[in-house]
């Protein structure tokens, strides 16, 4: 919530934790690659490639799938590790619905809160209010409804939710591709056609005049859940979101430092097919992957 | 007017929007050639580390630097970062401008905040300043101007010669009097 520094109107109005902060951090990540990162090694490895940011795990999202049990927020020590590593902002996720994982993370000074769903939710129904945090929050995406759910719960920034861990772009592309034609589609409407559209996708009404007259979601759009190559990364900017998570892709591949300089350069350069081709040379092994077809999405499933 | 918005990661569009409603011809920037025929340039906040790692990998910082010394720059802060001489670290920078700047001077980022500024230069009504994980100006050399201080003192706005730089962001507010202040800069 915002925080007024002086309340009697002094100090020039200064205030902490405002909506403009929130998003505004986010916008200064666009056009950048965050990248999952379980050590400070690897932490130190992803800003010298030119990260905007890292995730701080435990374990990597298909590490999680193989592995299966309960996945839970990480040790605060090692998210304390790796703020300590770099100067980059530091992230790290909390389950759905876990709100004092989300005060535990807001207490250790982390930079962006990721309520994910590829950690085991902790609430079936319900989500974080996080409009009652000071530190913003990013949250996963299937459509247009879901995304301006969550920004209604006041997430400041939207990752479409793709499938993690998997390596496999699929899912990545079905649900940027939703998010953003539910937006076109909505763009087509007439003001008077909004209600019954709101009424259909489930979204508030007001942020869905926002959307119709931004023509684009109101906070900043990542893509997330199965980018492995520099390719992979420019496709999803190409569709239109603003930026690239990778998770597993990178330090599950033969070398990830080359990798993950290759990707934040083909995030950048993603209209430039020359660039797209040198960057793609000679990257060792990619992450071996798991082909998914509809079915056997489980993360993605996750979120109400 | 061309004015260039440096586009290799961060809040660039943000700035162009603004350009193009005061009628300034905004051009994004990734490559060396695309510098030629600009009359202006603007270096975005974003990841200073990030910008900095880009425009050493593609060849743009002594192009950079060669059209700072002849042409109006502006950069909010990660830009303000880059133009600086002295950061206190080692990062690739542009490095025009005699001052010295401390990066996440504030903190992280539940650190960050927004304030109103007194800017003489822009008139007499405050600037709504958004400061996230803001540099700051610990020290000017004879030659540079102070635009703005915050309450406390620290410097947040600077000019010299050609150069401005901001340790906040105009282009995440509707205010638009630092973008007319440095169109202005250009065009006189």
Redesign the interface.
Known sequence: MADNLNPNGSNNGAQKGTETLKRGLAQMLKGGVIMDVVTPEHARIAEDAGAVAVMALERVPADIRAQGGVARMSDPSLIESIMNTVTIPVMAKCRIGHFVEAQILEAIGIDYIDESEVLTPADDQYHIDKHDFKVPFVCGCRNLGEALRRIGEGAAMIRTKGEAGTGDVVEAVRHARTVLGDIRRLSTLRPDEWMTFAKEIGAPYELIKETAELGRLPVVNFAAGGVATPADAALMMQLGVDGVFVGSGIFKSGDPAKRAKAIVEAVTHYNDSQILAEVSRELGEAMVGIHVEPDQVVLGKRGW | MNIGVL????????HEKTLRSLGANAVEV?LPAQLDDLDALIIP???S??IG??AV?YRLLEPLYRFAISKPVWGT??GMIMLAKDIGRDQPLIGVMDIQVN??AF???????????TVPELGSD?FRA?F??APLVTGVSAGVQVLARL?EGGIVAVRQRHWLATAF?PE??PDDRFHRYFLEMVGG
Do not use: M, W, Y
Request: aromatic content about 4%; overall charge neutral.
């Open positions: 586009a290799l990661q961060g809040a660039f569009i943000e990734r906040g974003g990841e580390t990030t790692k880009l990998a802060c990660a990066r996440n903190g992280r980022q539940v650190d960050s905040f927004e304030t109103d500024l405050p958004v996230i994980r309450p962001h995440l507010t």
